[in-house]
């Protein structure tokens, strides 16, 4: 979901919800959804602000240290 927002002086913020797919799903729903993703970023104006909402299917646990960088060791779990 988008919305675009007018902000002070003739500019625009764009807000982009989002929740990706996980891990689990099939490879075609992943790619259908970073394609609608990539084309819905091209079709914001370049001037705009950009805010994404929503889940990016982040992993935090128990193996933080396998992932250094990449994911945080604040969490219930692991990353398996």
């Known amino acids: 979901m988008t919305l675009r927002v007018p902000l002070a002086k003739m500019r625009y913020m764009t807000i982009l919800s989002v929740y990706a797919p996980t891990l689990t799903s099939e490879e075609g ?46 969490g219930i779990g692991n990353t398996q």
């Open 29 to 74: 729903s992943k790619d259908r959804f970073y394609e609608v993703f990539l084309d819905t970023l091209r079709s914001i104006p370049r001037s705009d602000k950009i805010v994404f909402l929503g889940d990016f299917n982040a992993r935090v646990g128990s193996y933080h240290h396998i992932w250094n960088g990449i994911i945080d060791r604040h």
